[in-house]
């Protein structure tokens, strides 16, 4: 296992459990205790946990994993999400992206669809997030909408209220969100205040509203709102998704598409 991957799975043990033994992880990725020992040791220098004795802890409750090594969670299902959503978007459109894994898979299919390989633009998106501006930024068909903001190291977003002065001034056809949680209740919700306020934003600027998310992340409540459920036009989710759930936001007025 390289030592990306090694990280990667010791970050997501560590906030499933909130705290890690040296042994218990060695063992649990079949690697020596010493090298889980470097790892930890490497990773507290990144600021990325807390080295305790025997082990590691996370920073606190709030703490989220960053973005970069989210890539690997429900990859199948963001990649069979992202293409369905990109099936969703009209030559010529405006579309908004918010930052995220999913997004950011979203960006990639619109990238290589061969009906948007030539235009005047072929698409124009506007997004908070440098990950996706950078990737799209190659392509000369798309025209590219960056927010201003402060950036987000755990999530690549800029965020703040140097934002507002490129939201307020444009419309687009379509929002894709990237969420933590979608609820029908609670609605649409992200970790963190400053990236729900940008996603806000790019919300109220829309004509239609699609949420992105696998099905871990249905029936969830996050801490910062987004946007109510009815405000939210379609869902993109993947198969996991029980019909129970299915039926509650289809009686909400918002379309599920599972895939």
Same mark, same amino acid.
């Given at each position: 296992?390289?030592?990306?991957?090694?990280?990667?799975?010791?970050?997501?043990?560590?906030?499933?459990?909130?705290?890690?033994?040296?042994?218990?992880?060695?063992?649990?990725?079949?690697?020596?205790?010493?090298?889980?020992?470097?790892?930890?040791?490497?990773?507290?220098?990144?600021?990325?946990?807390?080295?305790?004795? &025997?082990?590691?802890?996370?920073?606190?409750?709030?703490?989220?994993?960053?973005?970069?090594?989210?890539?690997?969670?429900?990859? &199948?299902?963001?990649?069979?999400?992202?293409?369905?959503?990109?099936?969703?978007?009209?030559?010529?459109?405006?579309?908004?992206?918010?930052?995220?894994?999913?997004?950011?898979?979203?960006?990639?299919?619109?990238?290589?669809?061969?009906?948007?390989?030539?235009?005047?633009?072929?698409?124009?998106?506007?997004?908070?997030?440098?990950?996706?501006?950078?990737?799209?930024?190659?392509?000369?068909?798309?025209?590219?909408?960056?927010?201003?903001?402060?950036?987000?190291?755990?999530?690549?977003?800029?965020?703040?209220?140097?934002?507002?002065?490129?939201?307020?001034?444009?419309?687009?056809?379509?929002?894709?969100?990237?969420?933590?949680?979608?609820?029908?209740?609670? &609605?649409?919700?992200?970790?963190?205040?400053?990236?729900?306020?940008?996603?806000?934003?790019?919300?109220?600027?829309?004509?239609?509203?699609?949420?992105?998310?696998?099905?871990?992340?249905?029936?969830?409540?996050?801490?910062?709102?987004?946007?109510?459920?009815?405000?939210?036009?379609?869902?993109?989710?993947?198969?996991?998704?029980?019909?129970?759930?299915?039926?509650?936001?289809?009686?909400? &007025?918002?379309?599920?598409?599972?895939?």
């Amino acid at each position: 296992m390289s030592r990306d991957a090694r990280w990667k799975a010791l970050l997501e043990l560590l906030v499933e459990q909130g705290r890690l033994d040296v042994e218990e992880a060695a063992t649990t990725l079949g690697v020596s205790a010493a090298t889980i020992r470097r790892d930890f040791d490497q990773l507290a220098e990144q600021q990325m946990l807390v080295r305790t004795r &025997g082990g590691a802890v996370v920073h606190g409750v709030s703490y989220e994993l960053p973005l970069r090594y989210k890539t690997a969670r429900q990859a &199948g299902e963001k990649h069979r999400i992202a293409q369905a959503v990109a099936g969703l978007i009209t030559p010529g459109e405006a579309v908004g992206l918010t930052g995220g894994t999913t997004t950011t898979e979203v960006a990639r299919a619109l990238a290589v669809r061969p009906d948007l390989s030539e235009g005047s633009p072929a698409l124009t998106i506007v997004t908070n997030a440098l990950n996706i501006a950078n990737e799209l930024a190659v392509r000369p068909q798309f025209k590219i909408v960056v927010t201003g903001g402060v950036a987000r190291p755990q999530s690549y977003e800029l965020i703040g209220p140097l934002a507002d002065g490129v939201l307020s001034q444009i419309t687009i056809d379509v929002a894709v969100l990237g969420v933590v949680a979608f609820d029908v209740v609670h &609605g649409a919700a992200a970790q963190d205040e400053a990236e729900a306020a940008i996603n806000r934003l790019l919300c109220d600027r829309a004509e239609r509203v699609i949420v992105a998310a696998d099905s871990t992340k249905l029936g969830k409540r996050a801490f910062a709102g987004i946007c109510a459920a009815d405000r939210v036009d379609t869902l993109v989710t993947d198969s996991g998704i029980d019909d129970a759930t299915a039926a509650r936001f289809e009686e909400a &007025g918002v379309t599920v598409v599972a895939v």
